[in-house]
């Protein structure tokens, strides 16, 4: 099939279309201020060439409260340093609270500690307020931090909900994180109180985690407090306030820090990225509103810890009329259809996934439909790496054409999808369907010209509010300018190849510093990835090009060898679906492919090991979810060195 002329393969229907956020916001908007578009390209257009216009409109549309106005809704463009709303003041967590139904339900939850419960509005305001008044009594003010080393539980959402509210800062790390990953992000904030789970369940396995609670605070400092999760001996004494305690919603300017997120950390400190209340306020009220189409009826659910962006993300989708449901626990327990199970249980209306537990699933034999109840499934999200056309394909053989799936990408730099669903658009196998509203995504060459239908540079042209105040640490900005800006002065460059097509969808290859570069011709891992994981045999894979050599290294299924006959069958895969130039040299099976600890292929690192970059300097193990993974690497790497030397002696 001609890549360029993919297969339709959902259309909304204009019942559909009709009923959909995004289709309100444009009628307001046309009746307010007179923006009439005829499509969604055409909004979009607009909403990145009237920038002010654009954000303005948000903020008014979703009745934002500002309790002081601003003196300019964009009172500087340059980036980095864009200024956004200047003067304005407002409170985040205020504006997921105001005007619930006490009785209705916030939050639905489960674990494999415990039963799928819900929460209601007037439960979850309650706690908030209970634990907000013990973060008072410890001495949390505004400014100050919070860190929590805690699991994807009600619990959680509500202490930063009550974090917010001060005014303080919150961060969360998953306590499968090991003792140095968290004390390689919180020490950095110096927080004001550590909150710490006793242990969690994961894989029908109990996990202690004690010793290294105490490894983490002697460390980082603060004030300890422990909930007791694993023991359901709930908070410590004495922490908790009182039933009657208030709720307090302080307002802070719109540039005040909301919470710290980090980079995955593989190639030293991870990087501490601040964003502020007003920025991911408006953001996600587009995003999770507009883009993810939320209904008071929908139940949205993402499969994610508290290290990850997506965590943030799904707690913002209670700034929409929508309920969220949590789950903390192995994907894999006891099977591959436990979330599936819980779509079931919970009447999910949009389950949020990734990529990689998608090509899972198609690889186990799952079938989502068979034996469960996933009538109120009306849409799939996948975010974490490109998802293949095989996984588009999936999606709507097991759960049906009427099924919306939407691709996303985007970043925790940025705590949003920049490109992803829109609920107007057809999808296209392959694709993302569109970039988002207010995100000025262009695909630049390298002399920074901007690209259609032609793979290049992700990035983004004009500021958005979501982008990072600064990064914790860095007063000169050196490092924040470094990662972002150095390529293309006063342009984002996010890192990924993107192909932005004349349909106005887009198309992700993957970083773009992991690039396979052949005899001038250069595709992204992903491709290479699509082919070799479309044999059953192979169940995970990582390539790399280290000065023209191509490596590929393969996870073989049980009882398979990788013999003369699978290399052949790899090779012949590569060169139909890529091109003869991207076979690799050389294919090698490896028990386990590193990743990070938010599920990403260790592609960049592996290739400086290989490339005879010390290992400590390549990767911080502490950053992987799998660190002895590396381990084969770092010998492999030693072996070419010796045989490399061995042959310049010879």
Not at 201 to 223: C, L, N
Not at 294 to 307: C, K, L, Q, S
Not at 372 to 382: E, I, M, W, Y
């Amino acid at each position: 099939m001609d890549r360029r002329k993919p297969q339709v393969l959902w259309e909304p229907g204009e019942a559909l279309a009709q009923r959909t956020r995004l289709r309100a916001y444009c009628d307001w908007l046309s009746a307010q201020h007179g923006v009439a578009a005829a499509s969604y390209h055409e909004l979009w257009e607009w909403s990145v060439g009237d920038l002010e216009g654009f954000w303005s409109s948000i903020a008014e549309h979703f009745d934002v409260r500002l309790h002081d106005a601003p003196q300019a809704v964009l009172a500087r463009r340059q980036m980095p340093g864009a200024r956004w709303f200047d003067g304005a003041t407002l409170s985040y967590p205020e504006h997921i609270f105001r005007g619930r139904d006490h009785d209705a339900v916030a939050i639905r939850h489960a674990s494999e500690l415990r039963p799928l419960e819900s929460m209601t509005w007037g439960d979850l305001r309650l706690l908030t307020a209970r634990i907000q008044s013990g973060l008072r009594a410890a001495g949390v003010t505004r400014g100050d931090r919070v860190a929590a080393y805690m699991p994807n539980i009600p619990e959680t959402v509500a202490a930063f909900l009550a974090t917010a509210g001060l005014g303080a800062i919150w961060s969360s790390c998953s306590p499968d994180f090991g003792a140095r990953s968290v004390i390689d992000r919180f020490a950095q904030i110096e927080p004001k109180v550590l909150l710490a789970v006793d242990g969690y369940r994961y894989g029908g396995r109990d996990f202690d985690r004690a010793a290294v609670v105490e490894q983490i605070h002697a460390a980082v400092g603060g004030t300890l407090v422990r909930l007791g999760h694993l023991d359901a001996g709930g908070w410590q004494d004495g922490f908790l306030g009182d039933d009657d305690a208030e709720l307090s919603l302080e307002p802070v300017p719109f540039e005040h820090p909301l919470w710290v997120l980090y980079s995955s950390g593989t190639t030293g400190l991870p990087k501490a990225i601040v964003h502020g209340h007003g920025g991911i306020l408006l953001e996600q009220l587009k995003h999770q509103n507009l883009h993810l189409d939320m209904h008071p009826d929908d139940r949205a659910f993402w499969f994610t810890t508290t290290g990850w962006m997506m965590w943030n993300f799904l707690v913002g989708v209670l700034l929409t009329p929508a309920s969220i449901v949590l789950y903390d626990g192995s994907p894999a327990a006891p099977s591959l259809g436990r979330l599936w199970d819980l779509a079931a249980e919970a009447g999910i209306t949009c389950f949020g996934t990734s990529a990689a537990f998608i090509a899972s699933c198609m690889k186990a034999g799952v079938r989502p439909g068979s034996g469960r109840d996933l009538r109120a499934l009306r849409s799939v999200g996948s975010t974490g790496s490109p998802l293949s056309p095989e996984g588009f394909r999936w999606i709507y053989d097991e759960l049906g054409a009427d099924t919306w799936l939407f691709s996303t990408s985007g970043g925790t730099d940025v705590c949003t999808a920049f490109v992803g669903g829109v609920a107007l658009l057809p999808v296209y196998e392959g694709e993302l369907q569109a970039r988002s509203l207010g995100c000025d995504v262009r695909s630049y060459d390298e002399h920074g010209r901007s690209l259609i239908g032609e793979v290049g540079e992700l990035v983004i042209a004009q500021p958005m509010p979501s982008m990072p105040l600064y990064f914790w640490n860095d007063p000169d900005g050196a490092r924040l300018r470094e990662a972002y800006f150095e390529l293309y002065p006063g342009v984002w460059r996010h890192g990924d190849w993107i192909e932005i097509t004349p349909r106005g969808s887009a198309i992700i290859y993957g970083r773009s510093d992991a690039t396979i570069n052949r005899g001038g011709v250069r595709i992204g891992t992903s491709e290479i990835y699509r082919a070799v994981l479309a044999l059953d045999e192979i169940v995970d894979a990582l390539v790399v090009d280290v000065d023209g050599w191509i490596g590929l290294f393969v996870v073989v299924r049980d009882e398979t060898a990788l013999d003369d006959d699978l290399r052949a069958r790899i090779a012949r895969r590569v060169r139909a679906d890529c091109s003869p130039r991207h076979v690799p040299d050389d294919v090698h099976a490896v028990a386990e492919v590193p990743r990070t600890l938010s599920g990403k292929v260790l592609e960049v690192p592996v290739k400086r090991i290989l490339s005879g970059v010390a290992p400590e300097r390549a990767a911080s193990r502490d950053s992987l979810a799998n660190p002895a993974a590396l381990d084969w690497f770092v010998a492999f790497a030693r072996e070419r060195e010796t045989e490399t030397e061995s042959g310049a002696r010879t």
